[in-house]
């Protein structure tokens, strides 16, 4: 039976970069990872399931300026690790990004955001109609000509804003599987089925048998609420799953542009950018889908769902639904899925951003887009935004990702790692 020091659950971003923190800038020299895909970065971490943003708090009009700087620094921290890398060119793209405001008040809030965020972001711009044609002559043109509409955004012009994060993961498990004289194993198609834990750490029970550890750590995207569950941990949670979709056009941007957060919505607005790992195009989305499964395109996850279920979500819906904002949204996001009119209605959001696209441009992307593990308060029947993670204090840890779980990575691996270590030091 293999044993570790600590044993990381999940070949996800998360998982692998604290793979990374644990072997290469730690003393720690026992360090497993188990996946139960056969290749890493399978689910929400492929560059087809998220929308590949290094997300710095700019752009995201959904985060308030305490949120932002602390995503920034998330995202710093990638960038300061990507930046030593050979393959940098293949983790980090720079591009254009943009949030752009559409009429006097969208403008308005935007001149007024400015005012509070340039100190802390240099290289933010204010963006007069003029500069955004030169960014993004689609934005601001329809047949050579201004849009009619005011129109002013916030962005900067060459900073890295795009990542694959599969390409940020393999990176990560690379690194900590050549560190010399240090035991760093990966075991793919691993899937784990029960952690029991007993007087001297935690025996991990998978498909191909038992592994140890003094300490384990489950970053297992939707399934680590599922795990934890089956330990008695996290009962006051459950998993809203939503899922997001996506559509292509021909290349009609050249880098990314945000829409304003409408604030009574719980998801982020759509945007529109280049696909990472397809040319040519334009990606749009996501769409938000209230879907009852824990991973997108993947059989046999909605037991997995049911089992976390509870009649607390089931409210958090219900109260969403009575809000007829929110409602409109839902079920407008649920037509985006239908065949037959989904293109039509997409193609209304997407005009906010390019005024002239055609219908004809627009296909719905197929078998592209993961899910948001939305974690629920079930006792105060809330939904939570971003990460949670769950510490019971008995040396396992639990993390909850949806955005911007990708971009927090290595910051979420450091405070993991340092969870990790002081629990090894008892
Ligand atoms: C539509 C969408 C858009 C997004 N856009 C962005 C974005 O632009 N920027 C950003 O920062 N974030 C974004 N996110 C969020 C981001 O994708 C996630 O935060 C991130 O990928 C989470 O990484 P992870 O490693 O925690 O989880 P995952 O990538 O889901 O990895 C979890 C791994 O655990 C494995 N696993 C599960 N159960 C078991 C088991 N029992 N045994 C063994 N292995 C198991 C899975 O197979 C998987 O490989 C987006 C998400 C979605 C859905």
């Known amino acids: ?29 026992r360090i497993g990872l188990v996946e139960k895909h056969s290749s890493l970065a399978a689910v929400n971490s492929h560059a087809r399931s998220n929308s590949q943003t290094l997300h ?24 300061k690790y990507a930046e030593t890398q050979p393959d940098c060119d293949r983790i980090l793209f720079r591009c254009p990004k943009m949030v752009l405001g559409v009429g006097p008040t969208e403008a308005s809030f935007l001149r007024q955001r400015f005012t509070t965020f340039r100190e802390h972001y240099p290289h933010m711009r204010l963006l007069e109609r003029e500069q955004i044609a030169e960014i993004e002559p689609a934005v601001a043109l329809v047949d050579g000509k201004p849009r009619p509409e005011e129109i002013v955004a916030l962005g900067s012009v060459d900073q890295y804003s795009a990542v694959d994060f599969r390409a940020l993961t393999k990176s990560f498990i690379h690194n900590a599987t050549n560190v010399e004289g240090k035991v760093t194993e990966v075991h793919l198609e691993t899937k784990v089925l029960a952690i029991v834990q007993n007087v001297d750490g935690f ?52 880098g990314k542009v945000y829409t304003i957060q409408d604030d009574r919505l719980p998801f982020a607005a759509i945007h529109g950018d280049p696909d990472v790992i397809k040319e040519g195009v334009t990606r749009w989305g996501p769409t938000a889908l209230v879907l009852p499964k824990l991973e997108r395109y993947i059989g046999g996850t909605t037991t997995e769902f049911f089992k976390t279920f509870h009649l607390g979500v089931a409210a958090v819906m219900l109260r969403m639904l009575k809000h007829p904002t929110i409602r409109a949204y839902l079920i407008r996001n649920v037509l985006f899925e239908v065949p037959g009119i989904r293109r039509r209605l997409f193609l209304k959001d997407a005009h906010k951003i390019v005024p002239s696209l055609k219908l004809e441009d627009l296909t719905f992307a197929k078998g592209i887009g993961g899910i948001r593990p939305q974690v629920v308060d079930r006792a105060k029947k809330i939904m939570l935004l971003g990460e949670a993670k769950i510490n019971p204090g008995t040396g396992i840890l639990f993390n909850m990702t949806p955005s911007p779980g990708a971009t927090s990575c290595l910051d979420n691996a450091e405070k993991d790692a340092a969870l990790v270590l002081e629990f090894l030091s008892r």
């Open 1 to 29: 039976m293999d044993s570790y020091e600590v044993l990381i659950i999940g070949g996800g971003v998360s998982g692998a970069a604290l793979f990374y923190q644990l072997a290469c800038r730690t003393d720690v020299s």
């Open 56 to 79: 710095c708090g700019d752009i995201e009009t959904n985060y308030t300026l305490e949120k932002a700087i602390k995503v920034k620094a998330g995202a710093d921290k990638v960038v």
């Open 203 to 254: 025996t991990v029970t998978t498909n191909k048998g038992e592994l140890r550890a003094k300490a384990v750590v489950v970053s297992a995207g939707a399934h680590s609420l599922y795990l934890a569950q089956q330990m008695g941990y996290g009962m006051e949670y459950s998993t809203l799953p939503v899922a997001g979709s996506f559509y292509y056009t021909p290349k009609v941007l050249n």
